[in-house]
T-cell receptor, first 116, second 115 residues
């Protein structure tokens, strides 16, 4: 049984560069979530998908951030023109939805972004 | 505005004793609560959850208690084991509105079990 996987695990980039992260959810899970965690804080919700539809976006997700889930399987999170404030751990989670909602979300190991 | 609060950043407990981690929330819409455990360099791992229709849920060594009137929940671990040393996050979500199932997390409590 494979869990949620995220790539890369670590990314160091220079300010102003674009970065893209990938998340592969648990295969039978059709809901996929992105969170961001900074030092000393809990994860903060960014956005989520049900299949390929993006259902909600946090106001934390500025215009420089875009997320996609083109075929309802893996998802990508892109940050354009990175800023030092974007340095954080980016977490992906998935959960099943089979007509009733499951509130337990299963997290991947995260991608740690450092913007220099 | 911190809607889920974990006021103890850290807690140390002797092995074999009970660990009690606390969490308070302010949003009355929250009616489903979860605890996650996080080891360094890993994502949070789901531990146990409770719906607001219950006041207690138990799973092995882990029990979560919910006091709705006080907007307070606690996680009890007994007996505590060295492998329980981790950061514990409390999370909450409203269930009444479909499509609003994002989790709101507290800031975490670092639990250290002393052998």
């Amino acid at each position: 049984d494979t869990g949620v996987s995220q790539n890369p695990r670590h990314k160091i980039t220079k300010r102003g560069q674009n970065v893209t992260f990938r998340c592969d959810p648990i295969s039978e899970h059709n809901r996929l979530y992105w969170y961001r965690q900074t030092l000393g804080q809990g994860p903060e919700f960014l956005t989520y998908f049900q299949n390929e539809a993006q259902l909600e976006k946090s106001r934390l997700l500025s215009d420089r951030f875009s997320a996609e889930r083109p075929k309802g399987s893996f998802s990508t999170l892109e940050i354009q023109r990175t800023e030092q404030g974007d340095s954080a751990m980016y977490l992906c989670a998935s959960s099943p939805f089979t007509g009733t909602v499951s509130y337990e979300q299963y997290f991947g190991p995260g991608t740690r972004l450092t913007v220099t | 505005d911190q809607q889920v609060k974990q006021n103890s950043p850290s807690l140390s407990v002797q092995e074999g004793r009970i660990s009690i981690l606390n969490c308070d929330y302010t949003n009355s819409m929250f009616d489903y609560f979860l605890w996650y455990k996080k080891y360094p360099a890993e994502g949070p791992t789901f531990l146990i959850s409770i719906s607001s229709i219950k006041d207690k849920n138990e799973d092995g060594r882990f029990t979560v208690f919910l006091n709705k009137s006080a907007k307070h929940l606690s996680l009890h671990i007994v007996p505590s084991q060295p492998g329980d040393s981790a950061v514990y996050f409390c999370a909450a979500t409203p269930t009444i509105v479909f499509g609003n199932e994002k989790l709101t997390f507290g800031t975490g409590t670092r639990l250290t079990i002393i052998p």
